[in-house]
């Protein structure tokens, strides 16, 4: 067991290819190398190209992170690795690569759960959690709501999307309103001009689907219902409001992702809510969730834009929490698990 | 010199430790384990296995010989990717050496080197006497039968060949996946004058499928309910 374990993450379940080195709670190094050109003509992630992208991106990466923390790979304590949920093809790259760089070192080698990951990043900025918290994670690939009491033992999933993730939807609509992908930022910028003029519809949120998805997420219906809008506007011939209709759009899923994730709070008896996942980058969200949770005696813990992206930090803050907590490493057959459980912290 | 040489651009996954001493080569461990569906699991366990079962410790190592196939792409990933981290990690050079040239480097006279690239289609390359005649290509075994009929080929050797022997119109004989010891003889000369490292440039032959516009849903599965 150590106190302030020296641990080096790699993450590469999507399109970014991360290594990040921490000590303890400590960030040192978070290098990154985005495939994320290379998909945007394809308006989303093409899993072959992320793949071969991580494949070239990774020996470059490890050397890059290790360099700006100072650190050799002889002075590390474990090395940690995203080991699912993600792209089978892209987290192979990643588990392969750190299977080998642990072999060499002859470390222990930690596989761990990515969603966690993302719960874990918080502590390198805000440090250690003191209680249970709720933890949202909402990004291109996941929307979540999970309780989570001992990161090192593991999170009891709540809800998550029932079809769209919430990036997926922004995603999709910064394409109808023909801004590049992904398309986050684009749509955060744009709202920024305009007003939340039009009410779209927040999915799963009337009293009968509360009985039975209270906390779940829907975003499939809210992206229709602004294709129909934009598209009746096209037709009448007139112009078509793109900062409203991206202010009215983000408003309605911040609307119920803070809501919902309120209710989580309140329900468990919580006092800590961590937001987590590339959507956590966005500014309303971020906003919005401060001011409903202060009204509640909740606070929020959400890491700056940069940790909220997938990263290798994330995958060292875990793998460092769980050296630290004493776990056991995983054994080198550990496989890609592209759907790995949310109830596994580690393999 | 001591190496160690991966492949897993076959169903076989292929870890061994070669001892390339002035009298020649000799292999001190392997392990072929053949599992079309496991290599990310398996290489790393394999290596492990030929380290200790040769009484090697990583830093004993002089360098690493890794097929770059032509091979399926997510497991011949997990061999490059393997390679090219303990490489950087020792400070040792890592060298590609072509999987079909592995296959084929024993053979003698005419012969189709022939691997399985999954779709019903083959990797293949002609050797005469151990040395590549034509470059590695992709393509349908009844294509490949056209494209040798003028080659003079008896023989043919890999699992492609085994499994396509009526489609090609050529008996197949041993060996179904390439000898580990053919990448240490392969590598051989580069290993002993110290080259430098190699960038290990994957041969996939064929482009990624890439058409659709797929949506950005890495995660979307039982992991994320
Ligand atoms: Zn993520």
């Known amino acids: ?5 020296l641990v080096l993450g790699i993450e590469t379940s999507c399109d970014e290819t991360g290594v990040g080195i921490v000590r303890g709670h400590t960030l040192l190094a978070d290098a990154l190398a985005s495939s994320v050109d290379e998909h945007a003509r394809f308006g989303g992630v093409v899993p072959e190209v992320a793949s071969r992208a991580h494949l070239e991106a990774l020996v470059p990466t490890i050397n890059r992170a290790l360099d700006d923390a100072g650190v ?14 993600g792209l089978a093809g892209a987290l192979l790259v990643g588990v392969a690569g750190a299977k080998g760089l642990a072999l060499a070192t002859e470390k222990p080698i ?3 759960n990515h969603l966690a990951a993302h719960v874990a990043v918080d502590t390198l900025e805000h440090g250690p959690f003191t209680g249970p918290a709720i933890a949202l994670l909402v990004s291109g690939g996941h929307s979540s709501l999970l309780r989570v009491d001992d990161l090192s033992a593991g999170v009891t999933p709540m809800g998550a999307t029932i079809d769209d993730a919430a990036g997926e939807a922004f995603d999709k609509v910064a394409r109808l309103l023909g801004m590049p992908f992904p398309g986050g930022p684009p749509i955060d910028r744009a709202a920024r001009e305009g007003e939340a003029t039009v009410s779209f519809p927040r999915g799963l949120t009337t009293a009968r689907d509360l009985q039975s998805h209270r906390f779940d997420f829907s975003f499939s219906g809210l ?3 602004v294709a129909r809008w934009v598209e009746a506007r096209e037709r009448d011939g007139s112009p078509v409001p793109v900062n409203d209709v991206a202010a009215s759009f983000q408003e309605a899923v911040c609307d119920v992702l803070t809501m919902k994730a309120i209710d989580a709070c309140r329900h468990a008896g919580v006092q800590t809510l961590v937001i987590g996942g590339g959507v956590a980058a966005n500014s309303r969200l971020r906003a919005m969730a401060q001011e409903r949770a202060a009204k509640h005696g909740i606070t929020v813990r959400v890491p700056r834009p940069k940790l909220c992206t997938d990263n290798g930090a994330m995958v060292a803050a875990l793998g460092s929490h769980l050296v630290a907590a004493g776990r056991r490493p995983s054994k080198l057959d550990f496989p890609a698990d592209s759907a790995m459980s949310l109830s596994l912290i580690g393999v | 010199m001591l190496v160690l040489v991966l492949d897993t651009a076959t169903p076989a996954i292929t870890a061994a430790v070669a001892d390339l001493g002035d009298g020649g080569i000799e292999l001190r461990a392997q ?3 053949v599992d079309g569906r496991a290599h990310g699991e398996l290489l790393a366990p394999s290596i492990d296995a030929v380290l200790t079962e040769a009484g090697v410790k990583p830093f004993d190592l002089s360098a690493i010989v890794v097929g770059v196939g032509p091979g399926p792409f997510t497991g011949l990933r997990a061999g490059l990717v393997t390679a090219a ?3 950087s990690a020792l400070g040792i050079p890592a060298y590609g050496v072509c999987t079909l040239d592995a296959l084929g480097a024993a053979t003698v006279g005419t012969v189709l080197v022939a691997t399985d690239a999954r779709r019903r289609e083959i990797y293949w390359a002609v050797y005469r006497d151990g040395l590549p005649g034509t470059p590695p290509k992709v ?16 023989r043919a050797v890999g699992e492609g060949a085994e499994k396509y022997a009526e489609l090609l119109g050529v ?3 041993a060996p179904s996946f390439p000898p580990p010891i053919e990448f240490a003889r392969l590598a051989a000369d580069r290993v002993r004058a110290k080259a430098p490292s190699e960038p290990l440039t994957p041969l996939y032959l064929r482009r990624p499928d890439a058409v659709e516009p797929a949506t950005r849903k890495p995660a979307l599965a039982a992991g994320e309910r």
């Not at chain 1, 067991?1 to 374990?5: F, G, K, L, S």
């Not at chain 2, 393509?139 to 008896?154: D, M, R, T, Y």
């Open chain 2, 171 to 173: 008996s197949a004989e």
């Open chain 1, 1 to 5: 067991m150590r106190d302030e374990p």
């Open chain 2, 139 to 154: 393509a349908k075994p009844a294509e490949v039968a056209i494209a040798i009929a003028s080659e003079g080929v008896l």
């Open chain 1, 223 to 225: 992206k229709t219902a």
């Open chain 2, 31 to 33: 392990r072929v384990t």
């Open chain 1, 72 to 85: 050799k790979l002889a002075d590390l304590d474990a090395i940690a690795v995203t080991a699912g949920p």
């Open chain 1, 110 to 112: 930690f596989g761990v």
């Open chain 2, 85 to 87: 981290t303990m490489s």
